[in-house]
């Protein structure tokens, strides 16, 4: 595939996706995402935004030092001290780019940054330089680009791609625009920006309006060369663009667009795996490509068509995107080695041999309590295990509830809090809530729940439960989740682990505020 029919894929999951409230990462699960986003062959990872605070730069750096294959980028306000701190962080990267940005539309100017497009126009132009002194690769976006004047947008398109900048990226910051209306903005921009043949354009949709997607398609069919999106569509409010669906789309419709992806698409559905486990945000049924219902066929009529050929009702091939649903893996006797094989088949690596102890010994732990393992279960296993916050406060010891017809049911539950075993009971109206008050009764957080939710991992009563839970303490919201073929067992986890990323969690700048 020549240069020009390459569609450049920006995945912005560990920066624009770490802004939707409550799906903070660590470090170590950023550089698991990135490796999985690197192994799907992402050309360009947007690992977070370094001057944010000191968690956010050493993920940058983290991450620029554990990616090979794939570019890694790093956010920066047009300011000095955002440019200066994003290019230290990338020092040690193989491929470094910058992605800096200012506001251009009128209400951003005015009531954000209280400024003059002329102003406007100045800094983003010294920005680029500045970038461009710590790499060759500078992308500039002009934020609320589908709510900024045209013609201004003309002119500070053709003095930053002047400036240096690679790549132009034209965001729908606030999910506004329409797909005509988008694709022909980018259309337009190509056609009067004088310089435009010196840059890559790129685009940025947001999806209030549901529009995420076809707006970058669209944007695509008008001659954008890259878009920015994010696994599972995650992202500030309503989203960004979902990666699966753009890619599919693009491959899908090959006779259509005029440039594809080179993504191994088969890596699509474990990377979606990864990033709901470790951020809790659960994937809806009927989500395109990685919801479960994405290739169940429900009615008969279809069931019949299928069967007889598949493509009288498929448009794509579920093994294309990784799904091997209902595929027994592994069992009972299956051996270190083929634990480990099927994990790397998967995308999983470990970073040390207790990492891969502890995860193949709950394997084995789980195998005694379900015959049968699917891809499924491996993975909820290894989330569990290796993604336990670092520097955990609280660990779940041991539990006992009792649920009886016609009694409250009770829990007793012991934990470890800050290396002391501690025990707590507590009755409730059901096991879990009986759980739950029981942990509160050691801990005290103070803490409100704001979500609860189960989930079958697989089908059959011996599947494991999938628990997501949301809680919040003053501004602050994080995700937690747990497996466990027992779902009190796992809700208790997934309640532990939320209670120890709030610990974790730190004062960081968010970039658009
Ligand atoms: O939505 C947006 O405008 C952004 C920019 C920082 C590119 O995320
Ligand atoms: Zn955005």
Redesign the pocket.
């Known amino acids: 595939m020549s240069s020009s029919e390459r569609l450049i894929i920006f995945d912005?999951t560990l920066?624009?996706g770490e802004?939707s409230p409550g799906a903070s990462m660590t470090r170590d699960e950023k550089v698991r995402i990135a490796k999985a986003l690197e192994r799907m062959g992402v050309d360009v990872i947007e690992a977070g935004f370094p001057v944010a605070s000191p968690g956010d730069f050493e993920s940058v750096q983290a991450v620029a030092k554990a990616v090979k294959e794939s570019t890694v980028c790093g956010?920066a306000r047009a300011l000095d001290r955002d440019i200066d701190r994003a290019g230290e962080a990338l020092k040690g990267a193989n491929s470094a780019r910058i992605?800096t940005?200012i506001a251009t539309s009128p209400i951003h100017m005015k009531a954000k940054l209280r400024m003059s497009p002329d102003e406007v126009l100045a800094q983003a132009v010294a920005a680029v330089k500045r970038a461009r002194r710590y790499t060759d690769n500078v992308e500039f976006?002009p934020?609320?680009?589908g709510r900024s004047d045209f013609n201004f947008l003309c002119r500070i398109l053709e003095a930053v791609i002047a400036a240096g900048a690679g790549t132009v990226?034209i965001?729908?910051?606030?999910g506004y625009n329409l797909p005509h209306q988008f694709g022909g903005l980018i259309g337009r921009l190509i056609e009067q920006v004088p310089n435009s043949d010196q840059t890559v354009f790129s685009v940025?949709c947001?999806n209030d309006l549901g529009l995420a997607v076809s707006n970058s398609l669209s944007a695509v069919l008008h001659g954008a060369r890259q878009v920015?999106c994010t696994v599972n569509g995650l992202g500030?409010r309503a989203g960004?663009a979902a990666l699966e669906e753009v890619v599919m789309a693009v491959r899908t419709r090959r006779d259509l667009f005029s440039c594809d992806v080179a993504l191994d698409t088969t890596q699509i559905m474990p990377c979606s795996r990864l990033v709901s486990g470790i951020t809790g945000f659960a994937v809806q049924p009927n989500k395109a490509i990685v919801g479960a219902n994405a290739f169940a066929h429900e009615s008969g009529i279809h069931q019949d068509g299928v069967l007889k050929s598949r493509e009288t009702y498929e448009i794509m091939r579920a093994e294309d995107v990784g799904w091997s649903a209902n595929r027994m893996v592994l069992g009972k006797h299956s051996g270190r080695n083929a634990f480990r094989t099927r994990l790397q088949e998967l995308g999983v690596e470990f970073s040390s041999d207790t990492e891969f102890q502890s995860a193949f010994d709950e394997f084995k732990k789980l195998a005694d309590k379900k015959h049968e393992i699917y891809d499924e279960d491996l993975q909820a296993l290894v989330n569990d295990t290796t993604l336990a916050v670092d520097n955990e406060h609280v660990k779940l010891l041991s539990l006992r509830v009792c649920s009886e017809t016609g009694k409250v049911p009770c829990a007793e539950i012991t934990l470890e809090v800050d290396g002391k075993a501690q025990a707590g009971s507590a009755c409730g109206s059901g096991p879990v809530d009986a759980t739950y008050k029981a942990i509160e009764a050691i801990i005290d957080s103070g803490v409100t729940l704001q979500l609860y939710s189960v989930n079958n991992i697989t089908s059959g009563t011996d599947s494991q439960g999938e628990v997501a839970v949301r809680i919040s303490c003053d501004d602050r919201t994080v995700n937690g989740q747990g497996a466990d073929t027992d779902i009190v067992i796992a809700s208790a986890k997934a309640y532990v682990n939320a209670i120890n990323k709030l610990y974790t969690l730190v004062e960081r700048t968010h970039?658009?505020v």
Do not use: C, G, I, K
């Not at 965001?171 to 606030?174: A, E, H, I, Y």
């Open positions: 912005t920066r624009d802004q956010l992605h940005f976006s934020e609320d680009a990226n965001p729908d910051t606030v940025h947001h920015e500030e960004n970039p658009q």
